[in-house]
């Protein structure tokens, strides 16, 4: 209790004191020693210093179980695999960034880890931290089914009331959460960052934000208490040698283990994964449409040209971010007039709109950018005619001959394509106009699941990433158009493809409506009156895949539908997910067959998480769908990528290491020892139980760890610290 009432003393005078005179407490067994050398001039000025840290480490303040300490408790239990073996070997001993291709076991590595730990140590805590909840379960599921963590010693901290977690802090050893739940509860001092001594963090490649959870984490771990242990989880540290620097950084890292799907000791163990590359070709139409839009902007890409603002001559290669980039110079230079900044500010601002057009045209096709255009002419057409605004800059622009030519051009090739798919004669598939990749995207996407379907009459999936919710939607009717092409005996050729969108929580963004613009004459858009519960919506779409999709497009997916949507997924109800961000990481879709990349990034982790969705139990096909500088892009990134996993694993010393404390005695050497780990039976039972349902799992969990039984315990407490006041006023 004394101990407890000086730490949130210490606490508070450390969160209380002042930024420029601030008290730090110091850690309880780090020392530096800092040592200076250099050259300097006669008159003593430095010519150069180096400045080095030696740090040390004293005895751990946990107090240990001696008996444990001279084994390493390896799971048995499944096949052993050197590679796992040996990162755990380096993980209990140093703060380790792990990174592993995706199905390659780090949920094993991190259950191991954390299982020693939990024998070592009498009383400290041991925390895993994971964004999501899927994530989060899938390592509970680890440790109560491979490495037979006592349920009763661990708590589930997602979805639990504060008052609940304290107690929980208090009376158990191994904690399950969100990094925002811990972040919190140490910054309020729920949690004496002193009393732990193992903190595992998976999607670590996050932690190069400084202003995350898992930094804040640590940093305040490091401020009390500097022996505990990091492992650190990931399938891809970093795009950059400086944004893997700053994880190692954020998270006290001291050794990198790291291992590529070419490494022969994960290859054996590596599902194979096709790989097939496909460029697609600019139709005649999107050509039509660039050089009208290239016609209509070229004066004012030569005014940018004559201010020396912007390089580019060619309108076609108008690129949105490096006008973007342009605007920011021109803003951040304070040397020009305030006039000719705002001017100069306008001409790029409409250039990186230009520029995003023809990036929607080239890479997504006419549909997607047609909707994009269309919202943005009518907001400035409507406005500038009703001089809501004065950009002439703009309006030479939005109202030259070529750009209504352009939009009487695409409305009749958005006209004609709907006539034709809607004409079962004509067995035309909405939508394959707008680019040359839908046509690939349905030839791909129908063979594969009729090849599929042939040989096993089983369930086979696919997910298809693009960028854009709107693209996304456009997909689902284009492949629901195809079933029209599928001509089979089999009775269920008309729904061989079975698609839905799956996307984030968040709402489309609204359209620009002229309607009620004119008639409100600008002012604040009024509210729909809300309908009445049994009032018909003669707006909402039928009851089908499509309908469903559209709705989902428009109000966003909240975390039941896209529970929902996911167990109907692995189902078979539906067998293809077109996915934005949200399907690349975080959530359990469960096996997946094919997956297609409509677009193509220049981000090597999402390139890698979305090729990881596929080839984790079985054989996988990955198809990349390129046009425009896609191809260049996606090998540009992957060079760089593998270019700094190499750089990592190199002698070179790119990465600056963290020095970490071992936290066992230097006298014990721990030797591996294989055991076969006995499941106790109220984890078997939860495990059995729940099967493969995240929530009801993590639910159920909590329900069992949580503060509801420990509840008894505190008011045992509570009578016996009654008791014993009175004892004490008798003796008084």
């Given at each position: 209790m004394d101990s407890d009432q000086s730490f949130l003393e210490e606490l508070s005078d450390w969160s209380g004191s002042s930024s420029q005179n601030e008290k730090e407490p110091n850690a309880i067994n780090k020392h530096s020693h800092v040592t200076h050398s250099g050259q300097c001039t006669l008159d003593g000025g430095t010519v150069y210093e180096e400045v080095k840290e030696s740090v040390s480490f004293s005895k751990t303040h946990h107090e240990l179980n001696q008996g444990n300490l001279g084994t390493i408790i390896y799971p048995s239990n499944l096949e052993v695999r050197k590679y796992q073996e040996e990162i755990v070997k380096k993980a209990?001993?140093?703060n380790v960034l792990c990174s592993l291709p995706t199905g390659l076991g780090k949920t094993f590595i991190a259950a191991t880890v954390m299982l020693n730990f939990y024998r070592w140590v009498e009383r400290a805590k041991i925390i895993f931290m994971a964004p999501t909840r899927p994530l989060v379960a899938q390592q509970m599921r680890a440790c109560y089914g491979i490495a037979g963590l006592p349920l009763e010693d661990t708590a589930v901290l997602v979805g639990v009331t504060r008052k609940d977690r304290a107690v929980l802090w208090e009376t158990r050893r191994v904690f399950f959460s969100t990094p925002q739940m811990v972040a919190n509860d140490l910054l309020s001092g729920l949690v004496d960052p002193r009393n732990v001594c193992c903190v595992v963090?998976?999607?670590a490649h996050r932690a190069r934000g400084g202003s995350y959870a898992y930094c804040k984490v640590v940093e305040r771990l490091d401020k009390f208490n500097?022996?505990?242990?990091?492992l650190a989880l990931t399938a891809t540290p970093g795009a950059t040698v400086e944004s893997v620097q700053k994880v190692v950084d954020n998270l006290d890292i001291s050794s990198i283990q790291l291992r590529t799907d070419k490494d022969p000791d994960v290859l054996q163990y590596m599902n194979s994964r096709s790989l097939v590359e496909v460029d697609c070709d600019i139709t005649p139409e999107i050509q039509h449409a660039v050089i009208l839009i290239s016609e209509a902007i070229l004066p004012v890409l030569k005014r940018a040209n004559s201010a020396g603002i912007y390089d580019i001559t060619d309108p076609a290669r108008i690129n949105q971010f490096m006008a973007l980039e342009k605007s920011r110079a021109v803003v951040a230079n304070h040397r020009l007039p305030e006039g000719l900044k705002r001017t100069y500010f306008f001409i790029l601002r409409l250039l990186s709109e230009v520029g995003n057009f023809?990036?929607?045209?080239?890479?997504?096709?006419?549909?997607?950018?047609?909707?994009?255009f269309l919202d943005k002419y009518t907001e400035f057409t409507t406005k500038y005619q009703m001089k809501k605004s004065t950009n002439k800059l703009a309006a030479s622009f939005y109202f030259s001959p070529q750009i209504s030519e352009l939009k009487s051009y695409i409305e009749k090739l958005i006209a004609e394509d709907s006539k034709n798919s809607a004409n079962p004669g004509l067995k035309v598939v909405a939508g394959t106009f707008s680019h040359t990749k839908f046509q690939e995207l349905v030839k791909r996407v129908t063979t594969f699941l009729q090849q599929k379907e042939h040989e096993s009459h089983g369930n086979s999936s696919i997910i298809v990433f693009t960028e854009f919710r709107d693209n996304a939607l456009e997909i689902v009717r284009c492949l629901e158009s195809a079933n029209k092409l599928v001509s089979s005996a089999d009775s269920h050729s008309k729904d061989l493809l079975r698609p839905h969108i799956f996307i984030g929580q968040a709402k489309e963004k609204s359209r620009f409506d002229e309607e009620t613009f004119r008639s409100t004459k600008g002012r604040k858009k009024k509210k729909n009156p809300k309908k009445k519960k049994?009032?018909?919506?003669?707006d909402s779409p039928l009851a089908t895949r499509l309908g469903s999709s559209e709705t989902a497009q428009a109000k966003g997916m909240s975390q039941k539908d896209q529970k929902e949507l996911l167990t109907k997924f692995k189902d078979g109800v539906y067998n293809v997910l077109v996915a934005t961000s949200i399907g690349e990481e975080g959530l359990d879709i469960g096996e997946v067959d094919m997956i297609v990349c409509f677009d193509s990034t220049s981000s090597?982790?999402?390139?890698?998480?979305?090729?990881?969705?596929?080839?984790?139990?079985?054989?996988?096909n990955v198809v990349m769908l390129f046009s425009s500088n896609e191809r260049e892009k996606f090998a540009r990134a992957m060079d760089n990528y593998r270019w700094i996993q190499n750089k990592i694993r190199s002698d070179d010393n790119i990465i600056d290491?963290?020095?970490?404390?071992?936290?066992?005695p230097k006298e014990y050497k721990p030797a591996l020892e294989y055991r076969k780990i006995t499941i106790p039976e109220t984890n078997k039972n939860l495990l059995d139980e729940n099967g493969e349902d995240d929530d009801a799992f993590i639910e159920e969990a909590a329900s069992i760890t949580s503060a509801r039984k420990n509840k008894v315990k505190r008011k045992s407490r509570k009578r016996k610290k009654t008791r014993k006041d009175s004892d004490d006023d008798r003796q008084m």
């Open positions: 209990v001993m140093e963090v998976d999607e500097t022996s505990f242990r990091v023809f990036r929607r045209l080239n890479v997504y096709g006419i549909v997607t950018f047609y909707g994009f049994n009032e018909k919506n003669s090597p982790i999402k390139n890698i998480q979305r090729m990881g969705r596929t080839g984790r139990k079985r054989a996988g290491l963290h020095p970490s404390d071992r936290i066992l």
